[in-house]
């Protein structure tokens, strides 16, 4: 069976990880992705799949609705998987605004585009920090799909509006969706302004590791792939209107990954630098996946410790990719490419 796959936000991190296990898997699928290419998305990223016949990239902010409206015409999509949005906690904090625009509005475009041209099957990818955070000294207490709501940041107060649209087009609208709430993701492309990436990025360069607080705030980490085939589980065997949570059951304090990050490069612990911690810094986040478990049979399988190895590696080996982040210069990427096609 052929089915056109929209993937909004593959230039990203996920997105892009995403876009490469749907091709590798579904060979017969023709993937669309659309991208603004803000500052976290990154056409090299792409490089691999963009001269590929099934493969097609377009230039576009989900709030564009005029533009948006054409290319579902014009291409008749199957299946949208609304990775874009602003993902940084620390941008949402600064200047909230785009978060509300990207993450609230251009969803309820691409629903609205979904229901105009055919009903189309939407899946959001949302995040656990919609729940907000668990205490430290409660280790039995974990995120389900039960939770309530109760976000901290612009960012996941946005993410969580979103979700709030995409149950509301569902019940009012009979749209065919699902929303999949994930843990902290790591791994390949991911942009060096997150925890993991931006410690190996410093200590590669002998720069101070900036530790918010005291470093004792706890994620749950998975490995980008384990993400991707769990939404890919959802696409095919998730029960319509459903939310499933995705998580690695892999708790780590925050001080000990940098830690570990140093260790595994050879770098001193004295480039650890703590700084003034985030504004409203939520504690823990812990989810219980055990319903995409007894339902869709998925488990993360990669360990933490092959998982943290293998993305060092990638930062080694693929050096030219952040360095070009950043330094800067991945703005022009795009240019150079394109501008005398
Ligand atoms: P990212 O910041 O790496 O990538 C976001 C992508 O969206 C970029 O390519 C960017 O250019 C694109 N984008 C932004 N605004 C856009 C717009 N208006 N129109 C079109 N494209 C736009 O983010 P990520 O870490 O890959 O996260 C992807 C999704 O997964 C987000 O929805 C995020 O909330 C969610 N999520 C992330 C994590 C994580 O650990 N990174 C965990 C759970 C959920
Ligand atoms: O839980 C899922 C969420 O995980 C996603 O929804 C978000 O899009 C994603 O960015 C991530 O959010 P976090 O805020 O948890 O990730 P971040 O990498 O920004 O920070 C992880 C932890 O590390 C957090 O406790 C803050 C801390 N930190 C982060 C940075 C960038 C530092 O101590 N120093 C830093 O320089």
């Not at 979103?162 to 969706?177: K, N, S």
């Amino acid at each position: 069976m052929s089915k056109t796959v929209f993937v909004t936000g593959g230039a990203g991190f996920i997105g892009s990880n995403f876009i490469f296990h749907m091709m590798d898997k579904y060979p017969a699928y023709r993937i669309v992705c659309l991208d603004k290419l803000t500052y976290a998305g990154n056409l090299s990223t792409l490089a691999s799949v963009l001269k590929k016949e099934n493969f097609r990239f377009v230039k576009i902010d989900i709030c564009d609705r005029e533009g948006i409206y054409q290319l579902f015409e014009e291409e008749k999509p199957d299946v949208v998987v609304n990775f874009a949005a602003e993902s940084h906690v620390d941008r949402s904090i600064e200047d909230p605004e785009v978060f509300l625009k990207t993450n609230i509005l251009g969803t309820q475009i691409l629903m609205d585009a979904c229901r105009k041209f055919g009903n189309i099957r939407f899946h959001q990818v949302s995040t656990d920090e919609v729940y907000g955070d668990l205490p430290l000294d409660r280790p039995d207490l974990l995120f389900t799909e039960e939770t309530p709501i109760h976000t901290s940041s612009p960012y996941s107060a946005a993410k969580a509006s979103a979700d709030l649209m995409v149950q509301a087009y569902h019940r009012t609208f009979g749209l065919p969706v699902t929303i999949s709430r994930c843990s902290n993701n790591y791994g390949p492309y991911h942009f060096p302004e997150k925890l993991i990436p931006l410690m190996i990025a410093n200590a590669l360069n002998d720069k101070p590791l900036p530790v918010y607080g005291e470093g004792l705030n706890v994620r749950d980490w998975l490995y980008v792939e384990d993400h991707c085939k769990a939404i890919d589980l959802i696409l095919h065997k998730g029960r319509i209107g459903e939310v499933y949570n995705i998580g690695g059951h892999n708790e780590m304090r925050n001080i000990d990954i940098v830690r570990l990050i140093c260790k595994a490069l050879d770098k001193p612990e004295s480039l650890i630098t703590y700084v003034a911690d985030r504004k409203g810094h939520d504690m823990r986040y812990a989810i219980d996946p055990t319903k995409i478990h007894n339902e869709l049979g998925w488990l993360p399988e990669t360990r933490f410790e092959e998982g943290i190895q293998k993305t060092i590696q990638w930062y080694l080996d693929n050096r030219e990719w952040w360095e070009t982040i950043i330094s800067g210069e991945y703005q022009n990427y795009y240019k150079n490419m394109y501008e005398n096609r």
